[in-house]
Nanobody, 129 residues
Framework: QVQLVESGGGSVQAGGSLRLSCAAS??????????MGWFRQAPGKEREGVAA???????MYANSVKGRFALAKDTTKNSLSLQMNNLKPEDSGTYYC?????????????????????WGQGTQVTVSS
């Protein structure tokens, strides 16, 4: 069973940066054989896709974060990071790491919660104005 653990959340002022990390364990397939993503959920709102990666380097981003957020996967460490720059108050929420085996991965669904099988517990990000 794949387990995902997020870290790196915190509080920052608007315009600041944070780097989130997701550590995976229990990976039986080659780590790069998983599609992975980051989602966020603000209180009272639905969970939304932020960024996703297919294989080792093919990335996709929600329009709201393009040019500000960047994904990187380290297959040697089974980790996925999300560098978040120029943060805005609307970026606040609980951020979740997610994964799905490549054989079940559909690129068109990677920014949808239903496109992932495994989830972390989340890490809180708060951006103040």
């Amino acid at each position: 069973q794949v387990q995902l653990v997020e870290s790196g959340g915190g509080s920052v002022q608007a315009g600041g940066s944070l780097r989130l990390s997701c550590a995976a364990s229990g990976v039986t397939d080659k780590y790069s054989a998983y599609c992975m993503g980051w989602f966020r959920q603000a209180p009272g709102k639905e969970r939304e896709g932020v960024a996703a990666i297919v294989g080792d380097s093919s990335t996709m981003y929600a329009n709201s974060v393009k040019g500000r957020f960047a994904l990187a996967k380290d297959t040697t460490k089974n980790s996925l990071s999300l560098q978040m720059n120029n943060l805005k108050p609307e970026d606040s929420g609980t951020y979740y790491c997610a994964a799905v085996p490549a054989r079940q991965c559909k690129a068109a669904r990677l920014l949808l919660p239903a496109g992932h099988s495994y989830w972390g517990q989340g890490t809180q990000v708060t951006v103040s104005s």
